[in-house]
């Protein structure tokens, strides 16, 4: 069984910056940060593979998102940079007991509760 608290949520301006933390317990081996809007189906926006692989990353986060797992501290954390309005959503962490490591939230079957994040002036 693998559990997952996310925490680190909250509202900032557009360009600012949040740093997003997944405490992960239990066996896994991907993990991954998704999110879903309001109205909106829950999407990938990068997922890890075991092993230093190069992570998965949504074209629209590419170069402003940045996935990153501490097995020290068992703490998977998305380092979030200048956000936009449209990055306004619950994020959520997933894990997985077996590949692939994509961004398909049917690769999952673990998840946490979710941290709000919004972007607003």
């Known amino acids: 069984q693998v559990q997952l608290m996310e925490s680190g949520g909250g509202s900032v301006q557009p360009g600012g910056s949040l740093r997003l933390s997944c405490a992960v317990s239990g066996n896994h081996y991907c993990l991954g940060w998704f999110r879903q809007a309001p109205g909106a189906e829950r999407e990938g926006v990068a997922s890890?593979?075991?092993?230093?692989?190069?992570?998965y990353y949504k074209d629209s986060v590419k170069g402003r998102f940045t996935i990153s797992h501490d097995t020290t501290k068992n703490t998977l954390y998305l380092q979030m940079n200048n956000l936009k309005p449209d990055d306004t959503a619950m994020y959520y962490c997933a894990a997985n007991t077996g590949p692939p490591c994509g961004l398909g939230t049917g690769e999952y079957h673990y998840w946490g509760q979710g941290t709000q994040v919004t972007v607003s002036s």
């Open positions: 890890k593979h075991p092993g230093g692989a190069i992570p």
